[in-house]
């Protein structure tokens, strides 16, 4: 190898070396700023992606395809198509209000946020949403989704990239882990995901309950608000099966929410946020954490 | 030079285009790694200086990103301070692989491509299962499934495919820009190929 060569190698170390040593505040700095610059982008690229999807479910209707194809003119073709976007503008509808009753009623500070860039780690199981440090997002904050009167977790912040993203740690990451507990029983255990997101929806793993556990499939599993981090009540998903070991028990569970179809999702702010949002109406069917329980998460360690 | 800066602007362009292309669920969660791709055909091209200079840039570029500051438990009681990944470290896999695929360099310059290409298929996998073994170690239990083998194995298929398109263009490029892809091993020897180097 040349002199020349060996020289830029050495650069190359100690500016490698220089750069692992980055603070996470001058990391923050550097991501925004590719956050920024890729935003366009992202957003442009979430929305073919949901045009696509529309395009796919449309086509998928073989009974209105066939029905369009037997007799009727280009006319009643047209006006179908239009009834069916009326459709689905009154789903989407029913769906917004449904989340914005949902942000009503719940006692907990909930900044709604849309998702904008899906899965765009290859080992990590995470989401980027389009609200971030302006909005009052934090590190660790949970993310939620309505499912009727109830919420389902979604996962928590693992970071924030500036004033108007934030990626989301999903549910069915490894790093995910969640205190849970079986419906209507006072078996406790910690629920989580996969490593290396090989799949999007894979089953979840709740471990280290009791040996003497029992638990039907079907059986809800849901946030029992031990930890510091999730509120209680928060539904995680369903029982498919129970392994009984010699000294604990490790259950199978598929997840409720379903997070190939995240759109809109809640992140709970921390309580010293929530003064900064608009007054919380009654009480919703989950509860909030206790006062003495922490909601802000402890911060990431800084070197 | 003009040829770097180019290069270097298919690198930037590769970051937006990669925005576009999706997660393959059927292909247990794997995507054509573009960026990679690009840079690896990049550094086929280019002698051992400016390899690194490219690696520097897209590793930035790429944890800048795609960068997931996940903390394994220790750091919870304040012995560890860095992430599972830290910051930077695709730098180094991308110098790594980069350095791996210099030896290619001949064939390239030859016309000949099939190694070429299996190697940037081979070591998009490779700068892959390395980041898994990093995160493996990190949580301290090696977890490996064929579905795993199977993501890696299709995500350096993918790269594989599309690196002939990227080399031919890379040649054409080099072609129209006059610019000679040399190789030092080969200037010392004199005799390689009949060519004047």
Redesign the interface.
Known sequence: ??R??II??L??IG??IW??L?Q?SA?GR??T???VF?RP??K??NE??GSINALGSESLSPAQLREKLSAVGQDRDRLKLEVIQLDELLAENNQLRQALQYREKSPLALVATRVI????????N?VVIDKGSSAGVVVDSPVIIPMGDEAGLVGKI??VIGPDSA?V?LLTD??CLVSAKLQNSQEQGILNGQ??????LPNLKLRYLSKEAVAIPGQKVISSGTGELFPANLILGEVVSLSLGIIDAEAVVKPSVNFDDLVDVFVILPADRAKDQPAAAPPARFAPPSPSEPTAP?A???? | MKFFALLAGMILLS??IQ??L??F?WA??S?L?LVHAVFLAAAVAVP??AM??L??VTG??W?????????PDE??F?M???SEI????T??LF?LTGALIQGVRPLFRRGRWELPVFMIGLCTGLS?LI??LV??FQ?GGL?I?V??WW?LLM?ALFSSLISPFLLLLLSRVADRMRYRIRT?GLKRRHTYDGDAL
């Open positions: 190898m040349s020349f060569n830029f190698l650069t190359f500016l490698l750069i692992t980055f996470p990391v550097i991501q700023g590719a956050m890729l982008f992202i442009a690229s073919l992606d860039s899906r899965k765009p780690s290859h080992w990590y995470t693992s970071e990626v740690l490894e790093m490593r290396g997101a090989i799949s999007t402890p990431p360690p800084v070197p | 970051f937006i925005e576009f999706p997660v669920d247990y969660g995507r790694m051992f200086p690194l200079g690696a520097l930035l570029l944890d800048a990103r795609y960068h997931v500051p996940i903390y750091a919870a304040g560890l301070t860095q830290p910051f930077g470290f730098i180094l110098g892959l980041e898994y995160i493996s949580r977890e499934s579905e795993l993501k995500t030092e």
